[in-house]
């Protein structure tokens, strides 16, 4: 069973387009992380978002923590070739003491 | 550089045999977790340890184990392999026992099995 759904799950568009990601769960997370891996590396992690609710910006992407914890969106605006890359969203369950990863977004910008 | 040093960088063995991935956590990080990383598929945990200890196990397969040694540093043994295993393995680490701090990651063994 994945608990956590990312969506979807392979997106290629234009640079210069707009594009949101989404993670969605029936879980309630204390915390999710944004992750980005790049072909032949690990990931690196992109921001940590605690509060329902939370609006995170970094540069040109925006992520956003649901208001009950349990669903969370990344928004690129004007994207970019040097996003390409895997996007993994990764929620911590204080319950279990557990890092649930979700299974990823490709995302591939055309120049 | 995340700081977090795996080897080898690649493998390439036969089914049925038996290889041993090395990983060094960056200094001052106590927890070492190990994943699977198979083509285009998402990260599946496999195991933590954090000080010498298993803190938390995932999806690991009976015919795989792992250590932490006193320096920290990870092995993470594959026995009797099978095709299926062929794959990305990544280690990573953090400061924390709580896998909900941030995890650096290393640069991957990749493992092929033929």
């Known amino acids: 069973t994945q608990l956590l759904e990312q969506s979807p799950q392979f997106l290629s568009i234009q640079e210069g387009e707009n594009l949101t990601v989404y993670c969605n769960s029936s879980?309630?997370?204390?915390?999710l992380q944004w992750y980005r891996q790049e072909p032949g590396e690990g990931p690196v992690l992109l921001v940590t978002v605690v509060t329902g609710g939370e609006v995170k910006k970094l540069k040109r992407l925006t992520f956003q923590f649901g208001d009950a914890r349990k669903d969370s969106s990344l928004h690129i605006t004007a994207a970019q070739p040097g996003d390409t890359g895997l996007y993994l969203c990764?929620?911590?369950?204080?319950?279990?003491?557990?890092?649930?990863w979700g299974a990823g977004t490709k995302l591939i910008i055309k120049p | 550089d995340s700081g977090v040093t795996q080897t080898p960088k690649h493998l390439i063995t036969a089914t049925g045999q038996r290889v041993t991935l090395r990983c060094s956590p960056r200094?001052?990080?106590?927890?070492v977790y190990w994943y699977q990383q198979s083509l285009d598929q998402g990260l599946q945990f496999l195991i933590q340890y954090y000080n010498g200890e298993e803190r938390a196990k995932g999806n690991i397969l009976e015919r795989f184990s792992a250590q932490q040694f006193p320096d920290l540093h990870s092995e993470l043994n594959l026995s009797s392999l099978e095709l299926g295993d062929s794959a990305l393995y990544f280690c990573?680490?953090?400061?924390?026992?709580?896998?909900?701090?941030?995890?650096?990651f290393g640069p991957g063994t990749r493992l092929t099995v033929t």
């Open positions: 990764a929620g911590y369950m204080d319950s279990n003491y557990q890092l649930i």
């Open positions: 990573a680490s953090s400061v924390s026992g709580a896998s909900s701090y941030e995890q650096y």
């Open positions: 879980s309630v997370f204390s915390s």
């Open positions: 200094s001052g990080d106590l927890s």
